[in-house]
């Protein structure tokens, strides 16, 4: 279970940023809500080597139509 460690008010600036102090973390995923409420999660990236071997065996198969529905 995680705990709240800190607490602060914050803006977001004319560019629709907002800083972040001390996070430990560099990448997060953002869940803004239709009340305004904007949720952060953090993520950590990994490197091609370390994808696993399922995610590899369905991008052989459909890298076609993933490559398509990036577009």
Same mark, same amino acid.
């Given at each position: 279970?995680?705990?709240?460690?800190?607490?602060?008010?914050?803006?977001?600036d004319?560019?629709?940023? =907002?800083?972040?102090?001390?996070?430990?973390?560099?990448?997060?995923?953002?869940?803004?809500?239709?009340?305004?409420? =904007?949720?952060?999660?953090?993520?950590?990236?990994?490197?091609p080597?370390?994808?696993?071997?399922?995610?590899?065996?369905?991008?052989?198969?459909?890298g076609?139509?993933?490559?398509?529905?990036?577009?």
């Open positions: 279970m995680s705990y709240e460690v800190t607490q602060y008010d914050a803006r977001i004319s560019k629709k940023r =907002i800083t972040l102090r001390g996070a430990k973390t560099e990448y997060f995923h953002v869940a803004e809500h239709d009340d305004g409420t =904007i949720v952060l999660s953090p993520r950590t990236l990994v490197h080597n370390q994808v696993s071997e399922a995610y590899k065996e369905i991008r052989s198969k459909h076609d139509s993933l490559d398509k529905l990036a577009e």
